[in-house]
Nanobody, 120 residues
Framework: QVQLVESGGGLVQPGGSLRLSCVVS????????MGWYRQARGKERELVAT???????TYADSVKGRFTISRDNAKNTVALQMNSLKPEDTAVYFC??????????????WGQGTQVTVSS
């Protein structure tokens, strides 16, 4: 089974940095678009950043210039470098991937999330 596992979350002071990683494993597949979403307590899940199979990126306005999404296709990983963190960045961050099994069947997978807390 395909699994997405996030890591790198934690507690950081405002202005600090964290790097999140997501590893995809579990079968014969190819990965198309990937993205990071976040959900703060009591709020809806929102898109943070996306990256296509070719490396094109998009960012939410709230994180543009502070966050950078990247991927390593050889290692089936996607990362989110978060700089100049603000308290409003506090949320559970989820990895999302569109995966093609045997190049035919497309499915969307989610990781279980990693907590990011920005506080003094």
């Amino acid at each position: 089974q395909v699994q997405l596992v996030e890591s790198g979350g934690g507690l950081v002071q405002p202005g600090g940095s964290l790097r999140l990683s997501c590893v995809v494993s579990g079968g014969v597949f190819s990965i198309n678009d990937m993205g990071w979403y976040r959900q703060a307590r009591g709020k809806e899940r929102e898109l943070v950043a996306t990256i296509s199979s070719g490396g094109s990126t998009t960012y939410a306005d709230s994180v543009k210039g502070r966050f950078t999404i990247s991927r390593d296709n050889a290692k089936n990983t996607v990362a989110l470098q978060m700089n100049s963190l603000k308290p409003e960045d506090t949320a559970v961050y989820f990895c999302k991937a569109r995966i093609f099994h045997y190049g035919i069947v497309s499915q969307i997978y989610w990781g279980q999330g990693t907590q990011v807390t920005v506080s003094s």
